[in-house]
């Protein structure tokens, strides 16, 4: 088993993304190489925070009764996690969002996620038109959805069955979640 260390990162800027792409390609027309792959490398660092604040601002507060902690995010090597805890009483439902690579190398996590799918144990249901597998080791349920943008989405819970797990998850926005990461 490989194991990654994923290590939380925040882009702090004194300008905006476009104003940072602008001045690469100023750099670029003055043929300072350098100087414009530093400040393109600022421009994308900066576009990728954006589209993680959108994606986690998808993330409910509040889901059948269950409130939900902060938004955690981590990453690492272009891939990224955003998870968040909700709680009702004495259950507990963690929600982890994987993925966030582009190119070539999120393909390869969606091939390897999908051949996950393919070969676990478990049942195979349709949640909001994205194949999920359901499974319960002991009492762990655990509802594994195959997001259409590439990454994949994780239900897990030692406090609920796997059929509430699976009714929670219907009840979250899968889609929106999913569109916005894309």
């Known amino acids: 088993m490989i194991s990654i260390a994923l290590t939380h990162f925040t882009v702090v800027a004194e300008t905006t993304p476009a104003e940072t792409c602008k001045e690469a390609a100023k750099l ?44 955690q995010q981590e990453g690492t090597m272009g891939f990224t996690m955003l998870s968040k805890t909700y709680k009702k009483g004495n259950n507990t439902v963690s929600v982890m ?26 049942e195979k249901v349709r949640i909001q038109k994205r194949t999920a597998l359901v499974s ?4 762990m349920a655990t509802v594994l959805i195959t997001m259409r943008s590439g990454g994949m989405l994780t239900f897990e819970s030692s406090s609920l069955s796997s059929n509430d797990l699976v009714e929670f998850a219907k009840k979250f926005p899968i889609s929106e979640l999913d569109e916005t990461a894309e």
């Open 97 to 122: 969002l994987n993925g966030g690579a582009s190119g070539s190398a999120l393909q390869a996590f969606s091939a390897l996620a999908q051949l996950g799918i393919q070969t676990e144990a478990g």
């Open 136 to 139: 319960q080791d002991g009492d």
């Open 28 to 71: 670029y027309a003055e043929g300072d190489l350098d100087g414009a792959l530093e400040e393109a490398k600022w421009c994308v660092s900066q576009m990728e925070q954006e589209k993680q604040q959108q994606v986690k601002s998808v993330f409910p507060d509040k889901l059948d009764g269950f409130v939900g902690e902060a938004t």
